[in-house]
């Protein structure tokens, strides 16, 4: 079974502080993705990475950025968090099959 | 316009009968389309994939692709009150990411 796991479940920040989102995947994909769910807004893409060390701009990337040093690991960074950040965030993985494997998410609140 | 359009719902049926669920999407260079299910605060799973025109069954859902309308829908045949849940539809235009809608809600009435 694929297990994409999340470093938190719940998060709580506040205005300003820098927050690392860690997502592992046990199954030697390729692909990595972070995306975040906002309701009435659906699940929007904010990173992915198709390699290691190698990352691409989603839909959303303004205030965030990723890291992807090993193959298992894809870690999402907010510098500076800000209210507007509030949200769920999941990540998922892919190989080549067309499967997308999602995380159980880290609902983040920044006060 | 969004790349992908669902109607937000509520989609209530009764118990037994046929849900259809709706999905239509903006880039004509798609070529994978899928449907999650997402129950309330869990994350998405896979239920169906769909690539050509026409229809694909598995168990007691359908996919159903037309390429020239750029319309893609789910079925939903015998209702449980356990199918009720949000349904996202997701498309994969030229780049590796799925584009996803952003779900419909559907209500399964006992």
């Known amino acids: 079974d694929v297990k994409v796991t999340q470093s938190s479940r719940y998060l709580v920040k506040r205005t300003g502080e820098k927050v690392f989102l860690e997502c592992v995947q046990d199954?030697?994909?390729?692909?990595m993705f972070w995306y975040r769910q906002d309701p009435g807004l659906g699940l929007r893409l904010i990173y992915f990475?198709?390699?290691?060390?190698?990352?691409e701009k989603g839909d959303i990337p303004e205030g965030y950025s990723v890291s992807r040093e090993k193959k298992e690991r894809f870690s999402l960074i907010l510098e500076s968090a800000s209210t507007n950040q509030t949200s769920m965030y999941l990540c998922?993985?892919?190989?080549?099959?067309?499967?997308?494997?999602f995380g159980p998410g880290t609902r983040l609140t920044v006060l | 316009q969004k790349e992908v359009e669902q109607n937000s719902g509520p989609l209530s049926v009764p118990e037994g009968a046929i849900a259809s669920l709706n999905c239509t999407y903006s880039?004509?260079?798609?070529?994978?389309f899928f449907w999650y299910r997402q129950y309330s605060g869990k994350s998405p799973e896979l239920i169906m994939f769909?690539?050509?025109?026409g229809d694909k069954e598995d168990g007691r859902f359908t996919a159903q692709l037309n390429k020239a309308s750029q319309y893609v829908s789910l079925l939903i045949r015998d209702s449980q009150p356990s199918d009720s849940a949000t349904y996202l539809c997701?498309?994969?235009?030229?780049?590796?990411?799925?584009?996803f809608g952003s779900g419909t809600r559907l209500q399964v009435q006992p």
């Open positions: 998922a993985s892919r190989q080549d099959s067309n499967e997308q494997f």
């Open positions: 769909i690539y050509s025109n």
């Open positions: 990475s198709y390699d290691v060390k190698m990352k």
């Open positions: 199954m030697d994909h390729e692909n």
């Open positions: 880039d004509r260079g798609s070529q994978s």
């Open positions: 997701a498309v994969r235009p030229g780049r590796r990411a799925l584009t």
